[in-house]
């Protein structure tokens, strides 16, 4: 398996755009995490899904952000319209049954 | 909510020297997962702790869960320049929430 295959890599885009981040996670695997990280915030738990299912979204900063697992292989996380808080690493985590985490590489957003 | 806090922030240690990071639960943890993540990469996963005073070693690393299954620490002995990154521990309450993270740097 090649792992968590985020796309793309780098984003760089102006404020008022709308950002789609996707994900595919690990074939196999029920769980799956949108994480965004910051030097001043950390790893933030953004939104977690569970069989395609969103469990708990209380991690999603505002209206502007929103998530998406409509099959068990795709994932995308929707930032509309963007803002240069929004920048950041995203991260797209999956899992199976609450044990280990694989991460994706991430994607680099930087909002202008 | 849920809380994991985790010290100390940063750490600066002569390559051999020993390093620990601590974790630190507002609630008890049905598990708490390790994790390091390179500079410029992601988190990858190190090790899983269950049971109430489990003690696990990889090598150069001990990971320990406290009694009451709120704690949890991760001790290096010897550190090498390839221990360089962040440690984060995550507690596991059906998601996983990650504590702050400890930035190691080893200086040769």
């Known amino acids: 398996d090649a792992g968590v295959i985020q796309s793309p890599r780098h984003e760089v885009t102006e404020m008022g755009q709308e950002v789609t981040l996707r994900c595919k996670p690990i074939?196999?695997?029920?769980?799956l995490f949108w994480y965004r990280q910051t030097m001043m915030r950390g790893l933030e738990l953004l939104i977690y899904f569970n069989n395609n299912v969103p469990i708990d979204d209380s991690g999603m900063p505002e209206d502007r952000f929103s998530a998406k697992m409509p099959n068990a292989s795709f994932s995308t996380l929707k930032i509309q319209p963007s803002e240069p808080r929004d920048s950041a690493v995203y991260f797209c985590?999956?899992?199976?049954?609450?044990?280990?985490?694989?991460f994706g590489q991430g994607t680099r957003l930087t909002v202008v | 909510g849920q809380q994991v806090m985790q010290i100390p922030q940063y750490q600066h240690v002569q390559e051999g020297e020993d390093f620990t990071t601590y974790c630190n639960s507002s609630t008890t943890l049905s598990n708490i997962q390790w994790y390091k993540q390179r500079p410029g990469g992601h988190p990858v996963f190190l090790i899983q702790?269950?049971?109430?005073?489990e003690v696990k070693k990889q090598k150069r690393l001990t990971f320990q869960f406290g009694e009451a299954k709120k704690n949890s620490s991760l001790h290096i002995t010897a550190t090498q320049t390839t221990d360089v990154g962040t440690y984060f521990c995550?507690?596991?309450?059906?998601?996983?929430?990650f504590g702050s993270g400890t930035k190691l740097n080893v200086k040769p």
């Open positions: 702790l269950v049971k109430s005073g």
């Open positions: 995550a507690g596991a309450w059906g998601k996983f929430y």
């Open positions: 074939s196999g695997h029920n769980s």
């Open positions: 985590a999956s899992s199976l049954w609450n044990t280990e985490a694989f």
